[in-house]
């Protein structure tokens, strides 16, 4: 059974620290997703990663994949407010369907 | 914004009642999906399509069923609503213009369904 893995699910903050959310898949593929969902609201995609060693950065956040480890990074980097929300990963499978991790929820206090 | 509308955007209903939820498009792409997310859960393909009256089942499609007949809309369908399908359920549409080519998926605004 494919399984993609996020931990933590819940991550409390301060704000201007530094974190990495983990993303692990159990089948091989070359493509995965970072989308971001605020409270109520639906999902808004961050990052597209196709292939082994892509890195993509955009503001505070960073977004990494290695293929041959099935894994896959998402690091803050002096985490302000405004990033708290739910973050999930997407692996991507034959016919171009998503498989979800659990999603971590994020909550960057002052 | 990918133009993407879902309708309706709240439903209340009884159980062993039928309900339809509708997904339209203006972007003309040629793939869309219908997900439910749950607590604990992320989001879990029901169906999706990928093109006029080509369809197949996600990992949660018992107790729904879909269609497509115009490129723009596409139909989900609980035959019987149970409790067990109350949800919010995101529409999602792919083709070939996504960020360096991907099949980047783009997300409707979501319908929250409450089955009673």
């Known amino acids: 059974e494919l399984k993609v893995e996020q931990n933590p699910l819940f991550l409390s903050m301060q704000e201007g620290k530094n974190y990495t959310i983990y993303c692990n898949y159990s089948t091989t593929s070359d493509r995965l997703y970072w989308y971001r969902q605020d409270p109520g609201k639906s999902l808004e995609s961050l990052f597209v990663?196709?292939?082994?060693?892509a890195v993509k950065q955009e503001g505070r956040l960073m977004a990494s994949l290695d293929t041959k480890a099935r894994l896959s990074t998402l690091h803050i980097t002096a985490a302000v407010h405004d990033l708290s929300a739910t973050y999930f990963c997407a692996v991507q499978i034959q016919g171009g369907k998503l498989i979800f991790g659990q999603g971590t929820e994020l909550s960057v206090k002052p | 914004d990918a133009g993407i509308t879902q309708s309706p955007r709240h439903k209340v209903t009884e159980t062993g009642t039928p309900v339809t939820l509708r997904c339209h498009q203006t972007?003309?792409?040629?793939?869309m999906y219908w997900y439910r997310q749950d607590p604990g859960h992320g989001l879990r393909l029901i169906h999706y399509?990928?093109?006029?009256?080509?369809?197949d089942k996600g990992e949660v499609s018992d107790g729904y069923s879909v269609s497509r007949s115009k490129t723009e809309d596409f139909l989900l369908t609980l035959e019987s609503a149970t409790s067990s399908q109350t949800s919010v359920y995101f529409c999602?549409?792919?083709?070939?213009?996504?960020?360096?080519?991907?099949?980047?998926?783009?997300f409707g605004p979501g319908t929250r369904l409450t089955v009673t």
């Open positions: 972007e003309n792409h040629r793939y």
């Open positions: 399509s990928y093109g006029v009256k080509d369809t």
């Open positions: 999602a549409i792919s083709g070939s213009s996504g960020r360096e080519g991907s099949y980047e998926q783009y």
């Open positions: 990663l196709l292939s082994n060693g």
